[in-house]
Nanobody, 124 residues
Framework: VQVVESGGGLVQPGGSLRLSCTAS????????IGWFRQAPGKEREGVSC????????NYVDSVKGRFTVSRDNAKNTVTLQMNSLKPEDTAVYYC??????????????????WGQGTQVTVSS
């Protein structure tokens, strides 16, 4: 089971980025997906998650209304669309996965497999 993030980069405040989490070795639709981020000197924070079956989502309050998580089963990919980005969104973003149970969580211990991370920098 392996997941790989892509799509990070440098963007100005108010801009958008789309992160992708692509799976290999398993079919993503059976797995819950979580997005996390870690800024320098801070703890890893759960940002969003997507359950395996009913498409239930959850977001940390600081990104509600700005970030959207979605699944593309044909591409075996989950994306995190990030709009209205703020400097405080700057962090390394990770996707993580666990065999699903019609539920998803925003705690790191909820997940078994992690990607290597992709850097998102929001700065003018």
């Amino acid at each position: 089971v392996q997941v790989v993030e892509s799509g990070g980069g440098l963007v100005q405040p108010g801009g958008s980025l789309r992160l992708s989490c692509t799976a290999s070795g398993f079919t993503m639709d059976a797995y819950a997906i979580g997005w996390f981020r870690q800024a320098p000197g801070k703890e890893r924070e759960g940002v969003s998650c997507l359950s395996n079956s009913d498409g239930r989502t959850n977001y940390v309050d600081s990104v509600k209304g700005r970030f959207t998580v979605s699944r593309d089963n044909a591409k075996n990919t989950v994306t995190l669309q990030m709009n209205s980005l703020k400097p405080e969104d700057t962090a390394v973003y990770y996707c993580a996965t666990v065999l699903g149970n019609n539920w998803c969580g925003l705690h790191a211990h909820d997940y078994d497999y992690w990607g290597q991370g992709t850097q998102v920098t929001v700065s003018s």
